[in-house]
């Protein structure tokens, strides 16, 4: 069975840039959470999905950052525009139960660098 | 505000000794608790979680955690540490209020050969 996929793995821009992350859960996950992690750091959430749904993104700065899962399935994270605080590890995880009760499948994360 | 702490940044044992990482939390309520390991260039992994039953729990790769309701701890426990082991360790409780996992800011754990 494939694991969370994200991509890209790796992206290095300049400030002011757009970005957007891309990410698959695990077939059959109806939750999905975009979470940040920054060097030395616990990840902390941006915004959970249930289904197509967005249940919590009390933590998404809205100015800047944007998440779509339209169809439920995949999903897209977006920064524009980007500043030099942005760089960190974005990571993506899925669910099977709803809320913070079960195990999280985490993707490889994606490491952005703003220069 | 519910919250887990980590005391140590790192954690250095040898290997074939016991390891122990620690965390405590604050909750309120009965707390639900887990841990993940992340090793270096990974996501994180899961590896146990306490919710209700049995004081220790038993999870992946060997390692067991003890709930201790009075000292208010989740330590992370392996009876013999392999230098496969070491990675980075990251202790979480359930939010009540808001539904969501809190990490703590994570133990390196380095097992010497």
């Known amino acids: 069975e494939a694991g969370v996929v994200q991509s890209p793995r790796y992206k290095i821009i300049e400030k002011k840039q757009p970005v957007a992350f891309w990410c698959n859960p695990i077939?059959?996950?109806?939750?999905l959470y975009w979470y940040l992690q920054n060097l030395g750091q616990g990840p902390e959430l941006l915004i959970r999905y249930e289904n197509e749904e967005a249940v919590d993104d009390s933590q998404l700065p809205k100015d800047r950052f944007s998440a779509e899962r339209l169809k439920g399935v995949d999903s897209t994270l977006k920064i524009q525009p980007a500043e030099l605080g942005d760089s960190a590890v974005y990571l993506c995880a899925s669910s099977l139960e709803q809320g913070a009760i079960g195990e999280l499948f985490f993707g490889e994360g994606s490491r952005l660098t703003v220069l | 505000a519910q919250s887990v702490a980590q005391p140590e940044d790192q954690v250095n044992v040898a290997e074939g000794n016991p390891l122990t990482v620690k965390c405590t939390y604050s909750?309120?309520?009965?707390?639900?608790l887990f841990w993940y390991v992340q090793y270096p260039n990974r996501g994180l992994q899961f590896l146990l979680k306490y919710i209700t039953g049995d004081n220790l729990v038993k999870g992946s790769y060997g390692f067991e955690a003890e709930f201790n309701k009075s000292q208010t701890s989740f330590h992370l426990k392996k009876p013999s540490a392999l230098v496969s082991d070491s990675a980075l360790y990251f202790c979480?409780?359930?939010?009540?209020?808001?539904?969501?996992?809190?990490f703590g800011t994570g133990t390196r754990l380095q097992v010497f050969p």
């Open positions: 077939s059959g996950h109806n939750t």
């Open positions: 979480a409780v359930r939010d009540i209020n808001t539904d969501k996992l809190i």
């Open positions: 909750v309120s309520g009965n707390p639900y």
